[in-house]
């Protein structure tokens, strides 16, 4: 690290200095933000996009009195190296370190939590229109929103709603041309078509020069002109769109050029009315894998993983040991292909995606059949919607979004999938803790969400084999949606059924008997999705302590297998559920809600995840803070039936 940038310890130091000077301080950001992530991981090619309108901004404005917000939060990393948390950067995304993302609870500079995309600019509005009113400080409030966050619904709501109030903001569009993969649809094609391309602009020019010179058309052109003028500025101009709503555009700017973001940033300040400043930025500015790769390069390197980059440069890949079995496959992966399978089965199956193909593992399907592929951009409402049209048409849609990302749409859900019992499939990937995305990224929510709702089925499989054979069970059920959720990361790794098997819906399965010769308390483990893994590690431990243990996999939260509830519940002195989700409202509440209906009296021990929300780390380190691991399952159900033993950590 140079000596400039030692000296930045607060956004106020940047004030002083020359703008020769700030074009180094952009330059040592960028060169400690390669050597940094390539070598911990984490978001990558947004964060050296967006380096120098950090620096800008940051030279101009007194945060946090003025406002800056960030959306999404994956170019927020050279805000956090200026905001006095630059020797920090080396835990971000780690188990007590920085956040992965803004957050308001780490820095009185982030002033907006931002995991989910599309919502910077109504925060921007609510702030300000909050200090025209006289509350709280008065300053300057400026959103830096990436063009993948445009394709959000809510972004444009905001925008209207800004231009209607003239409300004095200013957005600075960080346009690269990508969110995480290539955008899509009209708006991001009419973004590139104008980015930093004069030729276009005289083009524009010649065409209302030539159109008066027409013989028979000229002087119609001329009477007409103003009206006609306007559709071709329309076309030809990425500002029109802005000036429409009532807002002020400036662009399209050099988003590298230090001098040039803040001449324009200075200028949308002093016009207080909306203004948008469009600027022209490269995913990966700066690291030559992701700059001279094109798309795929810049798709590639949004995030970096660890020791990925050394002396500035990708490092080469290290050999697996010798003699190291294969790992098992992700599963996203195996959901990819599986669809795909059955894409080629039925001509009516779809994939819809929400700008997330391989994180879903539809770049398979989009790969293979890309006429079955839809990616509706960061749209999720939309992309339940087009699902809902494609279904009374006949079509068998697959919607694959996080389940973290599902909760966008929880409107359509309910008024237009469940309420007209629609079939589709909801594939939920990331279901559970995931990790190092934190708090905005764990999939925790959807079983409560979801099982409140009239007329869909949920399920989850315990291992890849059960994911196959449950979306093959999904698409063939015709009365209503269905949801399946399934965990980041590695699979079991259980082989992969060749043909799929039809599962009877609102069925479980028991995978292990309590030995009838076991003398110690009867135990029934009933596991959900990743649950049951725990139960059956949980069940071998108590074996070691005298307890006879059934486990049984619950396979469906909606409807629950009764019948199993209930001789799990009649045959053993306690029935443990595990489930890897908040246990409010969640699969457990429905066991103990069906034995209640059915009036039987059954003690119920409830395991998962706590009614707070859980911070980022390595899965591993989460589960145990949150004591969703089979040995301290094993303790509480030591506890429970009257023992109190410790059972040893691995």
């Known amino acids: 690290?140079?000596?400039?940038?030692?000296?930045?310890?607060?956004?106020?130091?940047?004030?002083?200095?020359?703008?020769?000077?700030?074009?180094?301080?952009?330059?040592?950001?960028?060169?400690?933000?390669?050597?940094?992530?390539?070598?911990?991981?984490?978001?990558?090619?947004?964060?050296?996009?967006?380096?120098?309108?950090?620096?800008?901004?940051?030279?101009?404005?007194?945060?946090?009195?003025?406002?800056?917000?960030?959306?999404?939060?994956?170019?927020?990393?050279?805000?956090?190296?200026?905001?006095?948390?630059?020797?920090?950067?080396?835990?971000?995304?780690?188990?007590?370190?920085?956040?992965?993302?803004?957050?308001?609870?780490?820095?009185?500079?982030?002033?907006?939590?931002?995991?989910?995309?599309?919502?910077?600019?109504?925060?921007?509005?609510?702030?300000?229109?909050?200090?025209?009113?006289?509350?709280?400080?008065?300053?300057?409030?400026?959103?830096?929103?990436?063009?993948?966050?445009?394709?959000?619904?809510?972004?444009f709501e905001a925008v209207t709603q800004a231009g209607g109030l003239g409300t004095p903001i200013v957005v600075v569009l960080n346009d690269n041309g990508m969110s995480i993969a290539p955008n899509v649809g009209a708006l991001s094609r009419y973004f590139n078509r104008v980015r930093l391309n004069p030729k276009l602009w005289h083009a524009r020019e010649d065409v209302e020069s030539s159109l008066t010179k027409l013989p028979a058309l000229g002087h119609t052109f001329e009477r007409f002109g103003p009206h006609v003028k306007e559709s071709l500025k329309a076309f030809w101009s990425p500002g029109m769109w802005w000036e429409e709503l009532d807002w002020a555009y400036v662009g399209v700017v050099d988003g590298h050029d230090v001098r040039a973001v803040r001449r324009a940033v200075k200028d949308a300040l002093a016009a207080q009315r909306p203004v948008v400043v469009h600027c022209a930025t490269v995913k990966g500015k700066g690291f030559a894998p992701a700059e001279e790769g094109g798309l795929e390069g810049m798709e590639k390197w949004h995030a970096a993983k660890p020791k990925s980059i050394a002396n500035g440069a990708p490092a080469p890949a290290a050999a697996a040991p010798a003699g190291a079995a294969a790992p098992a496959p992700q599963y996203t992966q195996v959901f990819g292909d599986a669809l795909v399978r059955e894409a080629r089965r039925d001509d009516r199956v779809l994939g819809i995606t929400a700008a997330m193909n391989s994180g879903t593992g539809l770049n398979v399907l989009q790969r293979e059949l890309p006429d079955r592929y839809f990616d509706v951009g960061i749209a999720e409402q939309q992309a339940v919607l087009l699902a809902c049209g494609l279904s009374l048409q006949g079509c068998k849609p697959v919607v694959a979004i996080y389940s973290t990302f599902l909760q966008r749409a929880y409107d359509q859900i309910v008024h237009d999938v469940c309420l007209q019992k629609l079939p589709m499939v909801f594939a939920m990937d990331r279901a559970g803790l995931v990790g190092d995305d934190g708090p905005t990224h764990h999939g925790v929510f959807d079983i409560p969400y979801l099982r409140c709702l009239p007329n869909i089925v949920l399920m989850a499989p315990r291992d890849e084999a059960m994911l196959v054979n449950m979306l093959h069970t999904a698409l063939a059920h015709e009365d209503g949606p269905v949801a399946i959720r399934y965990p980041r990361g590695e699979a079991v790794g259980v082989p992969v059924p060749a043909e799929p098997s039809l599962i009877p819906v609102g069925t479980g399965e028991i995978l292990r008997e309590a030995s009838a010769s076991t003398g110690g308390p009867r135990v029934a483990l009933l596991g959900y999705g990743t649950g049951v893994g725990r139960a059956l590690g949980a069940a071998d431990l108590l074996a070691e302590h005298g307890i006879a243990v059934t486990v049984a996999d619950a396979r469906f939260a909606k409807p629950i297998d009764a019948g199993l509830v209930a001789q799990l519940a009649a045959e053993h002195e306690l029935l443990v559920t595990v489930e890897e989700g908040v246990l409010s409202g969640g699969f457990g509440s429905g066991v103990w809600e069906t034995l209640s209906d059915a009036g039987i009296n059954a003690r119920i021990l409830r395991v998962g995840l706590p009614d707070r929300f859980v911070t980022h780390g390595a899965p591993k380190l989460l589960h145990a803070e949150v004591e969703f691991t089979p040995e301290r399952i094993a303790e509480r159900v030591l506890a429970a039936v009257g023992e109190r033993h410790q059972v040893a950590q691995p």
């Not at 599309?118 to 990436?146: F, Q, W």
């Open 1 to 155: 690290m140079s000596e400039l940038l030692k000296k930045i310890n607060r956004p106020q130091d940047l004030h002083s200095l020359t703008e020769d000077q700030l074009v180094q301080v952009a330059e040592e950001v960028r060169a400690y933000i390669i050597d940094t992530v390539g070598e911990i991981g984490g978001h990558f090619g947004a964060n050296l996009g967006a380096v120098e309108i950090t620096v800008a901004l940051h030279s101009l404005l007194d945060s946090p009195r003025d406002k800056i917000l960030w959306d999404v939060g994956h170019q927020a990393y050279p805000h956090k190296i200026l905001t006095g948390r630059r020797d920090q950067l080396p835990t971000i995304r780690k188990y007590e370190g920085l956040a992965p993302f803004c957050s308001i609870f780490e820095s009185e500079h982030d002033i907006m939590g931002a995991g989910h995309a599309s919502t910077a600019i109504g925060y921007a509005v609510g702030l300000k229109e909050a200090m025209r009113r006289g509350h709280g400080p008065d300053g300057n409030v400026v959103a830096v929103v990436g063009d993948g966050a445009m394709t959000g619904g809510v972004a």
